[in-house]
Protein backbone atom coordinates (compact mmCIF):
# COMPACT_ATOMS: atom_id res chain seq x y z
CA UNK A 1 0.00 0.00 0.00
CA UNK A 2 3.00 2.27 0.77
CA UNK A 3 4.48 2.02 -2.70
CA UNK A 4 1.21 3.21 -4.22
CA UNK A 5 1.73 6.90 -2.43
CA UNK A 6 2.54 9.77 -4.48
CA UNK A 7 2.32 12.60 -2.32
CA UNK A 8 2.45 11.83 1.17
CA UNK A 9 5.79 9.65 1.03
CA UNK A 10 7.00 8.64 4.38
CA UNK A 11 5.45 9.77 7.72
CA UNK A 12 8.07 8.95 11.46
CA UNK A 13 6.78 10.08 15.00
CA UNK A 14 10.08 10.77 16.85
CA UNK A 15 11.03 11.83 20.56
CA UNK A 16 12.49 14.79 20.42
CA UNK A 17 14.71 14.20 23.21
CA UNK A 18 16.95 11.40 21.86
CA UNK A 19 15.91 11.60 18.43
CA UNK A 20 14.57 8.14 18.67
CA UNK A 21 11.52 7.65 16.02
CA UNK A 22 8.72 5.32 18.04
CA UNK A 23 6.55 5.15 14.78
CA UNK A 24 6.66 5.23 11.02
CA UNK A 25 5.08 4.57 8.06
CA UNK A 26 5.85 4.77 3.80
CA UNK A 27 7.79 3.96 1.19
CA UNK A 28 10.93 2.35 2.75
CA UNK A 29 13.33 4.55 0.05
CA UNK A 30 13.05 7.52 3.00
CA UNK A 31 13.98 5.28 5.55
CA UNK A 32 17.51 6.71 5.45
CA UNK A 33 16.69 10.21 4.93
CA UNK A 34 14.79 10.94 7.95
CA UNK A 35 17.27 8.96 10.13
CA UNK A 36 20.00 11.03 8.84
CA UNK A 37 17.67 13.76 10.02
CA UNK A 38 16.91 12.55 13.44
CA UNK A 39 20.81 11.90 13.89
CA UNK A 40 21.86 15.22 12.94
CA UNK A 41 22.74 17.82 15.43
CA UNK A 42 20.49 20.44 14.33
CA UNK A 43 17.21 18.44 14.99
CA UNK A 44 17.27 18.71 18.59
CA UNK A 45 17.87 21.95 18.48
CA UNK A 46 15.78 23.19 15.36
CA UNK A 47 12.29 21.26 16.47
CA UNK A 48 11.27 23.84 19.09
CA UNK A 49 7.76 23.41 19.73
CA UNK A 50 5.59 25.04 17.21
CA UNK A 51 7.87 25.67 14.65
CA UNK A 52 7.35 25.01 11.35
CA UNK A 53 10.42 23.61 9.55
CA UNK A 54 10.89 22.62 5.77
CA UNK A 55 13.34 21.49 3.90
CA UNK A 56 14.02 20.22 -0.11
CA UNK A 57 15.98 17.30 -0.17
CA UNK A 58 16.47 15.49 -4.12
CA UNK A 59 12.91 16.40 -5.50
CA UNK A 60 10.86 15.83 -2.20
CA UNK A 61 9.98 18.28 0.54
CA UNK A 62 10.51 17.30 4.44
CA UNK A 63 8.48 18.88 6.83
CA UNK A 64 9.12 18.97 10.40
CA UNK A 65 6.59 19.88 13.87
CA UNK A 66 7.30 19.20 17.21
CA UNK A 67 4.63 19.36 20.02
CA UNK A 68 4.36 20.48 23.79
CA UNK A 69 5.31 17.18 24.73
CA UNK A 70 8.15 16.99 22.53
CA UNK A 71 6.81 14.24 20.11
CA UNK A 72 8.12 15.77 16.47
CA UNK A 73 6.19 14.59 13.74
CA UNK A 74 8.54 14.15 10.07
CA UNK A 75 6.66 13.78 7.08
CA UNK A 76 7.81 13.52 3.24
CA UNK A 77 6.01 14.61 0.74
CA UNK A 78 6.45 15.33 -2.90
CA UNK A 79 8.16 18.63 -3.57
CA UNK A 80 5.07 20.91 -4.76
CA UNK A 81 2.70 19.12 -1.75
CA UNK A 82 0.87 22.27 -0.22
CA UNK A 83 3.01 23.43 2.98
CA UNK A 84 -0.62 24.71 4.45
CA UNK A 85 -1.76 21.22 4.37
CA UNK A 86 0.52 19.71 5.84
CA UNK A 87 1.19 21.80 8.80
CA UNK A 88 -2.32 23.06 9.40
CA UNK A 89 -4.15 19.37 8.83
CA UNK A 90 -2.03 16.22 8.54
CA UNK A 91 0.73 16.70 11.14
CA UNK A 92 -2.20 18.14 14.00
CA UNK A 93 -4.37 14.73 12.77
CA UNK A 94 -1.47 12.54 13.29
CA UNK A 95 -0.96 14.18 16.73
CA UNK A 96 -4.24 13.86 17.47
CA UNK A 97 -4.82 10.20 16.86
CA UNK A 98 -1.24 9.01 18.49
CA UNK A 99 -2.68 11.21 21.57
CA UNK A 100 -5.51 9.62 21.84
CA UNK A 101 -3.97 5.97 21.83
CA UNK A 102 -2.41 6.39 25.54
CA UNK A 103 0.87 4.59 24.39
CA UNK A 104 4.05 4.91 26.60
CA UNK A 105 6.44 6.20 23.97
CA UNK A 106 8.91 7.96 26.33
CA UNK A 107 10.51 5.36 27.00
CA UNK A 108 9.70 2.54 24.19
CA UNK A 109 12.73 1.00 21.85
CA UNK A 110 12.74 2.32 18.12
CA UNK A 111 10.00 2.09 16.07
CA UNK A 112 7.96 -0.24 18.52
CA UNK A 113 4.77 1.41 17.87
CA UNK A 114 4.78 1.39 14.27
CA UNK A 115 2.50 -1.85 14.28
CA UNK A 116 0.33 -0.88 16.35
CA UNK A 117 -0.19 2.45 14.64
CA UNK A 118 0.18 1.64 11.33
CA UNK A 119 -3.81 1.30 10.01
CA UNK A 120 -4.05 5.33 11.64
CA UNK A 121 -0.58 6.27 9.38
CA UNK A 122 -1.96 4.17 6.64
CA UNK A 123 -5.42 6.27 6.78
CA UNK A 124 -3.52 9.41 7.17
CA UNK A 125 -1.63 9.05 4.09
CA UNK A 126 -4.25 7.56 2.06
CA UNK A 127 -6.57 10.72 3.19
CA UNK A 128 -3.67 13.43 2.58
CA UNK A 129 -2.58 11.61 -0.44
CA UNK A 130 -4.72 13.30 -2.82
CA UNK A 131 -5.31 16.66 -2.90
CA UNK A 132 -8.33 17.00 -4.52
CA UNK A 133 -9.86 14.14 -2.41
CA UNK A 134 -8.80 15.95 0.80
CA UNK A 135 -10.29 19.55 -0.14
CA UNK A 136 -13.07 18.08 -0.77
CA UNK A 137 -13.36 15.80 2.98
CA UNK A 138 -12.07 19.62 4.41
CA UNK A 139 -14.95 20.84 2.36
CA UNK A 140 -17.47 17.88 3.69
CA UNK A 141 -16.04 18.68 7.39
CA UNK A 142 -16.47 22.20 7.21
CA UNK A 143 -20.08 21.84 5.83
CA UNK A 144 -20.75 19.30 9.00
CA UNK A 145 -18.78 21.85 11.46
CA UNK A 146 -21.34 24.49 9.92
CA UNK A 147 -24.29 22.13 10.21
CA UNK A 148 -23.41 20.90 14.04
CA UNK A 149 -22.63 24.91 14.62
CA UNK A 150 -26.46 25.38 13.85
CA UNK A 151 -27.79 22.73 15.46
CA UNK A 152 -25.86 23.88 18.55
CA UNK A 153 -27.16 26.97 18.65
CA UNK A 154 -31.02 25.75 18.08
CA UNK A 155 -30.64 23.39 20.93
CA UNK A 156 -29.17 26.09 22.76
CA UNK A 157 -31.79 28.65 21.83
CA UNK A 158 -34.46 25.60 22.42
CA UNK A 159 -32.79 25.31 25.92
CA UNK A 160 -33.01 29.00 26.18
CA UNK A 161 -36.57 28.87 25.57
CA UNK A 162 -37.22 26.06 28.00
CA UNK A 163 -36.01 27.66 30.59
CA UNK A 164 -37.87 30.76 29.97
CA UNK A 165 -41.03 28.87 29.57
CA UNK A 166 -40.20 27.43 33.13
CA UNK A 167 -39.64 31.00 34.24
CA UNK A 168 -42.60 32.07 33.11
CA UNK A 169 -44.58 29.29 34.50
CA UNK A 170 -43.27 29.81 37.36
CA UNK A 171 -44.12 33.50 37.60
CA UNK A 172 -47.79 32.36 36.24
CA UNK A 173 -48.11 30.35 39.58
CA UNK A 174 -46.60 32.87 41.81
CA UNK A 175 -49.54 35.48 40.27
CA UNK A 176 -51.77 33.00 40.95
CA UNK A 177 -50.99 32.55 44.51
CA UNK A 178 -50.97 36.50 44.98
CA UNK A 179 -53.93 36.65 43.32
CA UNK A 180 -55.17 34.02 46.06
CA UNK A 181 -53.58 36.03 48.80
CA UNK A 182 -55.22 39.33 47.46
CA UNK A 183 -58.38 37.86 47.29
CA UNK A 184 -58.14 37.00 51.08
CA UNK A 185 -56.80 40.17 52.21
CA UNK A 186 -59.85 41.56 50.20
CA UNK A 187 -62.22 39.70 51.83
CA UNK A 188 -60.90 39.86 55.14
CA UNK A 189 -60.50 44.05 54.81
CA UNK A 190 -63.94 44.18 52.99
CA UNK A 191 -65.92 42.37 56.15
CA UNK A 192 -63.55 44.58 58.24
CA UNK A 193 -65.13 48.31 56.46
CA UNK A 194 -68.70 46.33 56.94
CA UNK A 195 -68.48 46.34 60.82
CA UNK A 196 -67.24 49.51 61.29
CA UNK A 197 -70.31 50.50 59.46
CA UNK A 198 -72.51 49.05 61.17
CA UNK A 199 -70.74 50.19 64.54
CA UNK A 200 -71.51 53.90 62.90
CA UNK A 201 -74.48 53.12 62.46
CA UNK A 202 -75.18 52.01 65.89
CA UNK A 203 -73.45 54.76 67.22
CA UNK A 204 -75.45 57.26 65.30
CA UNK A 205 -78.54 55.35 66.39
CA UNK A 206 -77.40 55.32 70.28
CA UNK A 207 -76.59 59.64 69.82
CA UNK A 208 -80.40 59.61 68.18
CA UNK A 209 -81.90 57.85 70.93
CA UNK A 210 -79.94 59.80 74.03
CA UNK A 211 -80.80 63.02 71.74
CA UNK A 212 -84.43 62.35 72.17
CA UNK A 213 -84.58 60.83 75.86
CA UNK A 214 -82.89 64.25 77.20
CA UNK A 215 -85.50 66.34 74.85
CA UNK A 216 -88.16 64.18 76.88
CA UNK A 217 -86.82 64.77 80.34
CA UNK A 218 -86.01 68.46 79.43
CA UNK A 219 -90.43 68.97 78.37
CA UNK A 220 -91.13 66.79 81.18
CA UNK A 221 -89.04 67.33 84.08
CA UNK A 222 -91.24 69.41 86.30
CA UNK A 223 -94.23 66.60 86.32
CA UNK A 224 -96.58 68.88 85.30
CA UNK A 225 -96.47 69.39 82.02
CA UNK A 226 -97.60 65.71 81.15
CA UNK A 227 -99.56 64.64 84.08
CA UNK A 228 -102.40 66.11 82.04
CA UNK A 229 -105.61 68.59 83.48
CA UNK A 230 -105.92 68.41 87.57
CA UNK A 231 -109.42 67.50 88.12
CA UNK A 232 -112.33 70.24 90.11
CA UNK A 233 -112.54 69.21 93.52
CA UNK A 234 -116.17 69.32 95.25
CA UNK A 235 -119.53 67.79 94.51
CA UNK A 236 -119.84 66.36 91.26
CA UNK A 237 -121.80 67.23 88.39
CA UNK A 238 -125.24 65.41 89.52
CA UNK A 239 -125.06 66.66 93.51
CA UNK A 240 -125.00 70.27 91.05
CA UNK A 241 -128.18 69.88 89.26
CA UNK A 242 -129.51 68.80 92.30
CA UNK A 243 -128.64 72.00 94.18
CA UNK A 244 -129.28 74.06 91.27
CA UNK A 245 -133.02 72.37 91.17
CA UNK A 246 -133.89 72.97 94.84
CA UNK A 247 -132.68 76.52 94.20
CA UNK A 248 -135.13 76.96 91.25
CA UNK A 249 -137.81 75.28 93.02
CA UNK A 250 -137.50 77.71 96.24
CA UNK A 251 -137.28 80.18 93.95
CA UNK A 252 -140.77 79.27 92.47
CA UNK A 253 -142.36 79.05 95.88
CA UNK A 254 -141.46 82.02 97.13
CA UNK A 255 -142.51 83.62 94.26
CA UNK A 256 -146.64 82.20 94.20
Known amino acids: MAEKLKNILYIALARRADSVPVASFGKSAHVETVTKLLSSPAFSNK ?5 NIRLINNGTAIFLLSNQDNLAAIVVTADDYAERTVFGGLIPDVFEKFSKKNYKWQNCEANSLSK ?3 SELKSICTQYDDPTAHNK ?4 RGQVSQVQSVMQ ?10 ESTENLEEKAEDLVDAAGEF ?4 KKLAWREWC ?3 KMRFMIFMVFVVII ?3 IVAICGDGKTCAG ?4 TGTSPTASRRVLENTNMEYITSTF
Open 153 to 162: DNISKALDNL
Open 213 to 215: III
Open 47 to 51: ATPGK
Open 196 to 198: MLQ
Open 116 to 118: KFK
Open 183 to 186: ERKS
Open 137 to 140: IAKL
Open 229 to 232: PEET
